[in-house]
Structure formats: structure tokens, C-alpha cells
């Protein structure tokens, strides 16, 4: 079966920074994204990673392990703006759709 | 950048009634389109998968005959929501996937769309 979980919430500080944790077990893998999404509102690419090790873009970091099924979203000098929804999404390498599978989502609040 | 329509982006129908979502690529030819649902607090849940002039895929519990899905054209995919009820109310997120070349993230990544918020009375 399909299984991706995340902490359902969590609460950092503006100017801090957090991790927000993502492990899987999937049928496939044929790579792992970020999305952020806030309420009412589409999910927005953050990551991808297909490879182990880490992925960095300004802010945003996001570090996979396959063999450990593992992967983390790693947001540095936090500001308001970053308070949203999370969600990891594995793609499935089955078939030849590779549709996106997603997480539960992490809904983070950033606190002043 | 790809950019993803979907309209309307907000409906309020009768219970009883049909509604059609369309969904269009703006600037790219899709393949292959997702559909989404995905209720308050929770995460996205992929209803079906539309390649473009085939019948769509559809994920288990989701009734093919309630929710008609047509992606007639490389840029244009619908989701019909047949007698609406009550519990369909929810927000219904479309993405697409560009026909790419070769083996990089653009060739597979899903560009969404802005959702289309449902409301049955």
C-alpha cells in the first residue's frame, strides 16, 4: 500500500529555524517533492529530490534517503509568511501516469 | 513559467444538480491532467488521472459515474460532478503535466491549478 506520514502540526518562531519530517512507503519511487500551500489557495512547488542528500534553494532545504524511506523539509530564518501548509508527495513510479501520492500535510505556524 | 486555469473558482449549486469544472493548460500542452480533492484540514487526494482522447483512471472509492472527467484536447480537461450532494462539498484542485523530453524534473512535474471551491446546499 501507499503510506506517507507527517506531523499533522507544528509551531516555530519568526527568525528561527525548523524541519519538518516526511517518511514513506510506497509501491514505487520515482522521486519525492515539496509543496507549500496556503489555506484556500493551490499547492506551490518548493523541492524535488531523486537522488539521496540534500537539495538547498535560499530558504529551503529538503534531504532524502531512500533507503530509509525519509525525507525532510528544512526552512531557515523563518518569517510570518512561511506559515502554511506542507506537503510531501512521493511520486509513483508505477505504471505511466508516475501520478503524486501526498502526505497528510504539516500545517506549521510561524509565531512573532 | 506553465500556468494552470480552472474555472470557476468558486460555485455554489443546489443539491441534485451537476456542476463542470474545466481545467486548462495556458501555455503548454498536457498530456496527461490530475484531478484533486481535498477537504478542510486535510491533504490533497487524487481522484483520477485523464490522458488526453482516453477514458480516465480512476483511484479506488471514487465513483467514475458521479464524476465524469472528459480531457478532450491537450489543453483542456472537465470535471463534471453529477448530482451533487452535500458531501461533495470541497475544494477540487486539477494539475497538469507537460509531454517533456528526456529525464528531468520538467518532464514530470505537475503544475497545478488555482482550485475551485464547491459548495452544495
Known amino acids: 500500500g501507499q503510506n506517507i506520514d507527517q506531523p499533522t502540526e507544528m509551531t516555530a518562531t519568526e527568525g528561527a529555524i525548523v524541519q519538518i519530517n516526511c517518511t514513506y512507503q510506497?509501491?514505487?519511487?520515482?522521486?519525492l517533492f515539496w509543496y507549500q500551500q496556503h489555506a484556500g489557495e493551490a499547492p506551490t512547488f518548493l523541492s524535488y529530490?531523486?537522488?539521496?542528500g540534500l537539495e538547498e534553494k535560499g530558504r529551503f532545504s529538503s534531504f532524502l534517503s531512500r533507503s530509509k524511506g525519509y525525507s525532510y523539509l528544512l526552512l531557515k530564518e523563518l518569517q510570518m509568511k512561511d506559515s502554511a501548509s506542507y506537503l510531501c508527495?512521493?511520486?509513483?513510479?508505477?505504471?505511466?501516469?508516475?501520478?503524486?501520492?501526498f502526505g497528510t500535510g504539516t500545517l506549521l505556524a510561524v509565531q512573532p | 513559467g506553465a500556468v494552470v486555469s480552472q474555472h470557476p473558482s468558486r460555485v455554489i449549486c443546489k443539491s441534485g444538480t451537476s456542476v463542470k469544472i474545466e481545467c486548462r493548460s495556458l501555455?503548454?500542452?498536457?498530456?496527461?491532467m490530475f484531478w484533486y480533492r481535498q477537504f478542510p484540514k486535510q491533504s490533497l487526494m487524487l481522484m483520477a488521472t485523464s490522458n488526453e482522447g482516453s477514458k480516465a483512471t480512476y483511484e479506488q472509492g471514487v465513483e467514475k459515474d458521479k464524476f465524469l472527467i472528459n480531457h478532450a484536447s491537450l489543453t483542456l480537461s472537465t470535471l463534471t460532478v453529477t448530482s451533487a450532494h452535500p458531501e461533495d462539498s470541497s475544494f477540487y484542485i486539477c494539475?497538469?503535466?507537460?509531454?517533456?523530453?528526456?529525464?528531468?524534473?520538467?518532464?514530470?512535474?505537475?503544475?497545478f491549478g488555482p482550485g475551485t471551491r464547491l459548495t452544495v446546499t
Open positions: 494539475s497538469a503535466r507537460s509531454a517533456g523530453v528526456g529525464w528531468s524534473m520538467s518532464s514530470y512535474e505537475q503544475y
Open positions: 501555455d503548454f500542452q498536457a498530456t496527461t
Open positions: 508527495a512521493v511520486r509513483d513510479a508505477g505504471g505511466a501516469t508516475n501520478k503524486l501520492i
Open positions: 529530490n531523486v537522488l539521496d
Open positions: 510506497t509501491s514505487g519511487f520515482n522521486g
